[in-house]
């Protein structure tokens, strides 16, 4: 199955690749820890995909006559959640949270595929929003940004909301590369050109995990990191095997801007319409003025020459701008997921058979078992069920629900 995203299919984006044609020295000129020492460096790479991977929006909602039942309901199950992860919302697919976005936003609804943080006002002010809405990873790589809105517009109309409009206030736009070899910090310290002096990052041994420019509350920051080790360490985005289309995550990394509203406000980014048409522009933007690597060829740093690697990231603008079209497959569902759920399982239960004296797996999934029913009874194994459920998107709560109320009765 073809995927596209941004309306580009994304076998066309993977012959992107590229090998170093020349000989770069990048000891030259740069800063004095690094001016005589072997700086390693990626010699090819390949455009995975890019698009938007996170994307935060201010909602402006018209509510109906039911809003102060609706507000009711909410702050009850508000305090009833107070000290845990959440429960069950009965109007809605979704668990209410403790935890919420004061002053402006006082109750927090969490459905699989977004954040939707609710005021207390029953229509906008002026050109304040009254909803706030997080749209997830999976949620914008599965169904597109149009299709997203048009999902979140469903579920405030199912609460008794009119979505009249949204305003973008945060994203991240990505491109994820395949390298050769992984980036070093080195590498990155002699070659970067930015317009942020503040710059950090994450080390795991001698290994450069994550590069950051710019400061996380910052309008701008650039995070330049080691995706697939990211995947790997905590299991939980596997499905990215099927946007990337490869199976292998060793050396993926991502250039990942973080863009804030002070910045969309500059460049008259209010709708998602402003957002899809001017993607590219911000993209080259980012990549060419803000932030690039470079080889340290002249002493003034505008004139130094784009490094080959950094020309494909700024090549990526191309790819930007086109409406989405959404992927037909739940990446929730992604085998990868459960395989690497039941290999963690079974080094749990080796662990638990030697430490309890088991000889056998039969005697230890006993055991396991009657251990188990002794910490966590039906009501419980369903309600941290239903939690695990919105947390990896998985739409199945009502039914779980319904399924439940006939178990009683009968």
């Known amino acids: 199955m073809e995927f596209l995203f941004l309306g580009i299919p994304m076998n066309s984006l993977s012959d992107s690749s590229h090998t170093s044609d020349f000989p770069i020295n990048t000891s030259s000129m740069a800063l004095s820890v690094t001016r005589h020492a072997q700086i390693a ?3 090819s790479w390949r455009l995975l995909v890019a698009g938007i991977d996170s994307l935060d929006l201010g909602g402006f909602v018209l509510w109906d006559e039911g809003f102060p039942e609706l507000l009711g309901v909410l702050e009850e199950k508000k305090t009833e959640a107070a000290g ?4 069950v919302c009965p109007l809605a697919d979704c668990f209410v949270l403790p935890s919420a976005k ?7 609804l969490q459905y699989p595929e977004f ?3 609710i005021g207390k006002s029953s229509r906008p002010r002026n050109e304040t929003p009254n909803v706030y809405v997080s749209i997830s990873s999976m949620t914008l790589w599965n169904r597109g940004l149009y299709d997203s809105l048009d999902l979140i517009s469903q579920r405030i109309s199912q609460l008794g909301g009119r979505l ?7 994203l991240d736009l990505t491109a994820d590369f395949k390298l050769s070899e992984g980036l070093s910090y080195d590498f990155l310290r002699s070659t970067m050109v930015s317009r942020s002096r503040k710059r950090n990052f994450m080390e795991e041994g001698d290994q450069l995990q994550t590069f950051y420019v710019g400061a996380k509350s910052s309008p701008i920051q650039i995070r330049i990191y080691d995706k697939g080790v990211e995947i790997r360490k905590y299991g939980t985005k596997l499905w990215f095997s099927v946007v990337w289309g490869i199976e292998d995550f060793t ?8 863009l804030r509203r002070p ?3 500059s460049f008259r980014i209010d709708s998602p319409d402003d957002l899809l048409n001017k993607s590219g522009a911000l993209w080259k933007y980012l990549t060419e003025q803000w932030f690039s690597l470079r080889l340290p060829d002249n002493e003034t740093t ?3 020459t784009v490094h080959p690697f950094w020309k494909d990231v700024q090549a990526v603008a191309h790819q930007f701008g086109i409406p989405t079209i959404s992927l037909d497959r739940d990446l929730s569902t992604v085998p990868a997921d459960v395989k690497t759920c039941l290999s963690q399982i079974k080094g749990r239960i080796m662990t638990f058979a030697a430490r309890t004296g088991c000889n056998s797996w039969e005697e230890a999934c006993e055991l396991l078992k009657i251990e188990l029913s002794l910490i966590v009874n039906d009501k419980q194994f369903m309600d941290l069920l239903q939690t695990k459920k919105i947390q990896l998107g998985r739409t199945t709560i009502r039914h779980d629900l319904e399924v439940m109320e006939d178990e009683n009765e009968s």
């Open 263 to 265: 910045t969309l406000k």
């Open 164 to 170: 009249l409009s949204t305003k973008v206030s945060r």
């Open 84 to 87: 845990s992860s959440g429960v």
């Open 302 to 304: 505008t004139r130094r």
């Open 251 to 258: 050396r993926v990394w991502r250039i990942e801007y973080q």
């Open 41 to 43: 460096e990626p010699e």
């Open 115 to 117: 954040n939707l943080f």
């Open 102 to 108: 004061p002053p402006n936003y006082r109750f927090h």
